[in-house]
């Protein structure tokens, strides 16, 4: 099984071979994509999930430095900036190109600005709404493959 990452479409694509089992909206980088570290933008190529974070934490459960903050967000609610939620999963990039990827802190994750799926806003990280996050989670393994193109 592998996840497959389409800027020109903004989706992710879960496939096993030839088979596409589960596809949903995604945001990735409102600066484009690219690999350079400072650069905000969504690294291309292959990727693999280094970790899975957040399995036994409720939906919304904003997360600060990988950790649980103790605040869980709903719709609706007043916050400031791009909030990592719900569950995330941490990328390693498997190309000379993209090396930096993990130390980038880039990751597929929930997001309190769920309005914006489906067009590029990020800042570099792969942004799901909630309920596909936590799909998508169900499907990931450590060692999987990502790609992104």
Request: net charge negative; hydrophobic share 35%.
């Amino acid at each position: 099984m592998q996840f497959r990452v389409s800027s020109a479409e903004q989706c992710v694509r879960v496939s096993d071979g030839d088979k596409t089992l589960w596809t949903a909206a995604v945001s990735t980088s409102k600066y484009g994509l690219g690999e350079e570290p400072g650069s905000w933008k969504t690294p291309r190529g292959r990727h693999r999930i280094c970790e899975k974070i957040g399995a036994d934490f409720a939906w919304g459960t904003v997360f600060r430095s990988r950790q649980p903050t103790g605040r869980v967000w709903s719709p609706g609610q007043e916050t400031e900036g791009d909030l990592v939620l719900t569950r995330i999963l941490w990328l390693e990039g498997l190309e000379p190109e993209n090396q930096s990827t993990r130390q980038r802190y880039i990751y597929f994750h929930g997001t309190n600005q769920e309005e914006q799926i489906g067009q590029p806003a990020s800042l570099g990280c792969i942004r799901l709404r909630n309920d596909d996050m936590l799909r998508l989670f169900e499907y990931a393994a450590v060692g999987m493959e990502v790609w992104i193109e």
